[in-house]
């Protein structure tokens, strides 16, 4: 689709253009994130607006305009609704954090390779939720891991960082072989890595290699057991990197492991199954290990694993029982998930740049140094807790309800699960929250905030609201996408 090439291509050449501008101009952070980020909103406008020109010439009769020659030979590039949903959440979220680094990367020597990066990140991603065909998929992935890999360890003068991005690399790396062994093995049975044509093959080799596949992308998707480089890579990468692997990169990988699932034939009940059933250990682990962090990105991290286990157990049930409002409900949740952790990351940032604060205790007196922090922190977390009326909340209550009509003994079991682990959360969000707000006896006064952060926290802010205030409307925008993931 042209919807999905015209936005890759102004991503890659806008990473080429900024490392020219780069090299250039070494020493002004502020115009390379500036570009940056008008080159995010370019192809998300591009995006949209495609969308728009494919709708309309769907209703007129007219044939797609499609890019790639499907099979091994060439790269088929199509958009479905799960791929629309991530993609431009991806790019709204580049595009904020692009404006955020304006400030937080102003006293990093290095800040000029952050941005041609970042836009190569989101490129993979877009490239590894619209391509059609399993070898184009590995080679955005690996796109979008190894610009991660770098992310991670970008501030090298610290060994936590490069140690954490040394572990993301080798686990991802791990991951890379067994999605390669994978694609090895279904190529020897089908003579095509294109979807629709491996579909039709069935034998024990094909399902070994769909395992595989799988298994690869299930460890890069940070899915228990394969979720131990999580804490570490996203705890120790700069604030606005974990913000975009929190938010929105590790649920591309766990979108292209669902489409390659069902677009190899697996049966969307037993998916859907399977799917419950890691949700619960998704949940149950993520929130017991965040109860005992100290470090506050870490905790963010961890309750990153336990927010996937929300996201699976709502795509289950609506796989397992044959309910498109609970794949919308999926959806909707991991918008909600994406504006609530990036804004919660960029929060800690903030903290991090005017105070110096790494742990939990050491937040105490944001509110007298940085009061609209302390809002938009606070906002995060309660919205990630489930409280009323934010989008965790409206998320949560949605996904009770399409359980209860599901009226199976597995649905209500792993609905009590749910429930247990949301009021298990509260142990660790609300005590953030309150040390948030705790003051000090220093009387310290406002610290002012650089406009280059505040525009990102208060935009994602309002959009946590409105997404649970107004949940409706953001829910028909994702019902006529989501189906098309079934």
């Known amino acids: 689709d042209v919807q999905a090439i015209v936005p890759l291509a102004i991503l890659l050449v806008g990473a080429f253009l900024v490392y020219l501008v780069a090299c250039l101009i070494t020493s002004r952070n502020e115009i390379l994130a500036l570009l940056t980020a008008v080159i995010f909103a370019v192809a998300w406008a591009s995006s949209l607006y495609l969308g728009r020109v494919n709708d309309w010439r769907s209703r007129l009769g007219l044939p797609d305009l499609t890019w790639g020659d499907p099979g091994v030979h060439g790269v088929a590039l199509r958009v479905d609704g799960g791929a629309v949903v991530i993609s431009t ?46 070898f184009s998929l590995y080679l955005f992935c690996e796109l979008m891991s190894v610009t991660a890999y770098v992310l991670v360890a970008f501030r090298r003068h610290t060994d936590t960082a490069v140690e954490a991005g040394f572990k993301y690399l080798i686990i991802g790396s791990l991951g890379t072989l067994t999605v390669l062994m994978g694609l090895a093995l279904i190529y020897r049975e089908t003579g095509s890595l294109e979807l629709r044509q491996a579909v039709t093959v069935s034998s024990p080799w094909m399902r070994a290699g769909l395992a595989c596949v799988l298994g690869g992308l299930g460890l890069k998707s940070a899915l228990v057991p394969g979720h131990t480089w999580l804490p570490d890579a996203h705890g120790r990468a700069p604030s606005s990197v974990s913000a975009m692997l929190s938010g929105i990169v590790i649920q591309s990988t766990f979108y292209a492991l669902l489409k390659v699932s069902l677009g190899l034939g697996y049966p969307p009940h037993r998916l859907g199954t399977l799917l419950i059933a890691l949700s619960v250990v998704n949940m149950t682990v993520g929130n017991g290990l965040a109860l005992v962090q100290t470090h506050t990105k870490r905790l963010l991290a961890y309750s990153t694993i336990a927010q996937m286990g929300y996201i699976m157990f709502a795509l289950g049930t609506g796989l ?12 909707f949740l991991l918008v909600a998930h994406a504006a609530m952790k990036s804004l919660a990351f960029l929060s800690k940032g903030v903290c991090h740049f005017y105070l110096g604060a790494t742990r939990i205790d050491e937040l105490r007196g944001t509110w007298q140094r940085l009061p609209l922090v302390a809002v938009t922190f606070s906002i995060a977390l309660s919205g990630l807790a489930g409280i009323p009326p934010l989008a965790g909340f409206a998320g949560k209550w949605f996904i009770m309800t399409e359980v209860l009509q599901a009226g199976d003994v597995l649905a209500h079991v792993g609905l009590a699960i749910f429930l247990l682990n949301t009021l298990i959360s509260l142990g660790y969000y609300l005590p953030v929250t309150v040390t948030l707000f705790t003051p000090t006896t220093d009387h310290s006064t406002p610290t002012p905030i650089s406009a280059w952060m505040t525009i990102p926290l208060v935009t994602l802010s309002l959009l946590v609201l409105g997404l649970g205030i107004w949940p409706s409307p953001w829910l028909k925008w994702i019902l006529q996408l989501a189906d098309t993931t079934r």
Request: charged share 10%; proline share 3%.
């Open 320 to 331: 397992r029982y044959d309910q498109p409002a609970a794949v919308q409900i999926g959806f």
């Open 89 to 134: 959440v991806a790019m709204a979220l580049g595009l904020c954090v692009a404006l955020y680094c304006g400030r937080y990367l102003a006293l990093d020597r290095r800040h000029q390779l952050t941005y041609p990066l970042l836009l190569l990140m989101v490129a993979g991603l877009q490239g590894t939720v619209t391509t059609n065909d399993l």
